[in-house]
């Protein structure tokens, strides 16, 4: 052993990574009493969701919508004329959003006295962990730890390296604002970066090897969105591949395979690869504490979100898909608990996703279409916001509502809402499914007058037969 | 569910068995209603499945050859007609997670993890059956108060039906360390009927009483019948006579046909004579129930005791067969000993166990006369049976084996 190694931090738990899972099951841990240690390879704690993620693609978003919204007023007598755009201080002022956060976790660590290790952690043996700091490698010795390492953006190798073909890391920095811009792989990322870029004034092209965009979602809602917002698209190419791309002066050349595929290679100002996230299990050294990783990088766990080593426990990303913030959060609090001793299991029904795309869109539980995989006997009520008040005072009315219920029971199963705040109105429906809520329940739960949030009410009414916001049902 | 005979693509005609499903100690084997191909199993082992539980989902006919298509040439999911639901006892619906989990909220989970109970056992008394907080308790205050938790505490941890009996833990050695050793799981039955034993020997305050009856007659008497049985292909046993001799008996002290109820106050005695029969079979033991024995002739007896036995001994029986016993007897008599007590099977109140008849010298009042004797003990729970009734009973018993006559009064 090196001369120079500090002494071994001992701990009761350690963990990997300070994402949303990872900082909230060191929090869990510490408030039931265990000494913990949260190693973190960046600067600041919140991972990608507060650095480089959810969090400034929101501060974005919502400036993308103000913009629009303003430019919409137009219709309604108010015009502000043509916006004038700062980068920097754009930029700044995202940057602003994140440092609030992250400042705020910082003091939130003290204040519980979990130590935080900055630099890249590995596992050398079942309970030690060797951590890259920027003094030197720092062991930990842990009797218990989780793992909350994260996933990192997919790559496409072929695509040279150059600084005007991003991910979505680099395309959060808003290093310019392109005329033309290409966005590979057409998910909630990649459409999510496309609209504050379009807002922004590029004009937007998307390429998917599959045959819709935000594919995994109801085509019903995304059919809403796609509607409201062709008018940002010179187009979208599905079924296509990205077969070459090379950096020339005047921007990137991109040749595409198949499906809707221009004849010619494309030029754009900026690329942005959203292909995709690849979890990081490969890179943690789990091999050496004996922790299974599966071929793709994830780590497999039972219900209490316990790897193969019965102490070492793994989370968010890493564990498996969805790879989303909130669903991080809970296995990580269930981690914590887990480890700490209580009898702590993952056993939430559904798990909410939101699109935060203008409209957005959200859902939860079983759609249609994987009921009939299923071979589950479900019936479905769509409540459209052209009969929603508020929605048509917001002139906002093209989304709608829609509810999935067991067609027996009449229990809700699923449910769908694309239309503006729709990822704000989905907890409703959610919580109506863990509650094993029914169609009567949520139709008699009395939802404030105008909102959009009145639509779920409303939706499960007219699955009773007992809407009258509608036209009346035709007899048959 | 411990079984699954079928896989999916497999062609499966109508009536071929698909699962295997255990309850009590009987298992019986689902057949399909229809031939076809299994396109998905909708069931693993070791699920609990219930009346409705789908199974699997089986293309009948054009569907099968649609699902089968060339690997090259991937059929359109429109083109194979819906798959048909398939599953018995009684098929329909297959139901997706969120709508098959208890009617429970997330709080009620988390409190049922933290106590380690099965919502599923537990039944909701909330609006629309919501299990609720209290339903939780209440299960678990049933469960100390006596109702047989599913699985026993481990050894030497106490708690079984409400009696704690603070023990010493359980020796731990290790037998290698003296010799060679095998690990031999115990069989399925022996796992199913384990806690079962144990429930009732520690709970139920046991008392045997022992007798014999003369059955030199009565042996006399079955000899000279037993080639009108054989014309009929069965055996004329020892062992329906006694059941016969035992609803005599049972019916002149019903308080041995009876069972505790709930509360312990009260007894239920039954107008039914159903006896069950203790059949060692290669698995385990088993006790198959003859219904309505009182309505039933000797020959009759023993016919359905030889069909009860071969089912037992090739695992066929159904759970009704097993259930609704009101008295049971074990007899070794074609084994051996002399004595044994056997274990009340609860919530039966006693149990007659016998053993093999031997020739003995008996003083008639003038010699020693060769006579065949039969064993008896008779196991009873002490709560409800005292020592006087217990050997009334055992003596009746006797005198009706003695002269079997005494059966037609």
Redesign the interface.
Known sequence: MAASASPDLECELVVLGAGPGGYSAAFRAADLGMRTVLVERYPTLGGVCLNVGCIPSKALLHTAFIVDAARALAAHGIAFGEPKLDLAKLRASKDKVVGKLTGGLAAMARGRKVAVVQGSGRFVERNRLEVETAQGKQAVRFAAAIIAAGSQSAKLPFLPDDPRIVDSTRALELPAVPKRMLVIGGGIIGLEMGTVYSTLGARLEVVELLDGLMTGTDRDLVAVWQKFNAARFDRVMLGTKTAKAEAVKEGIRVWFEGGQAPGEPQLYDMVLVSVGRTPNGKRIGAEQAGVAVTERGFIETDSQMRTNVPHIYAIGDIARPPLLAHKAVHEGHVAAQAAAGLKSHFDARVIPSVAYTDPEIAWVGLTEEQAARDGARVSVAKFPWSASGRAIANARDEGFTKLVFDAETHRIVGGGIVGAGAGDLISEIALAIEMGADAVDIGRTIHPHPTTSESIGMAAELFEGVCTDLPPARKK | MIEVLVKPGDEVAKEQSLITLESDKATMEIPSPEAGVVKELKVKLGDRVSEGS?IA?LLTGEASQAEHPEPQAPMPEAAAPP?E?LGRPVPR???????S?P????SV??FA??L?VDLARVSGSGP?G?ILHQDVEGFVKGMMAGTPPASPPPLGKGGIGGVNFKLAPWPEVDFAKFGPIEVKPLSRIQKLSGPNLHRNWVSIPHVTQFDEADITELEAFRKANTAETERRGFKLTMLAFLVKACVTALRQYPQLNASLDKSGESLVIKKYFHIGVAVDTPEGLVVPVIRDADRKGVFDLAKELADVSRLARERKLRPGDLQGGSFSISSLGGIGGTAFTPIINAPEVAILGVSRAAMRPVWNGADFAPRLMLPLALSYDHRVIDGASAARFTSYLASVLSDIRKSLL
């Open positions: 789908p989902i798959p639901p619906e297959p139901r997706e997670a969120i709508v989990k009617h429970a909220s997330p989970r988390k993890r933290e380690g629309k919501r």
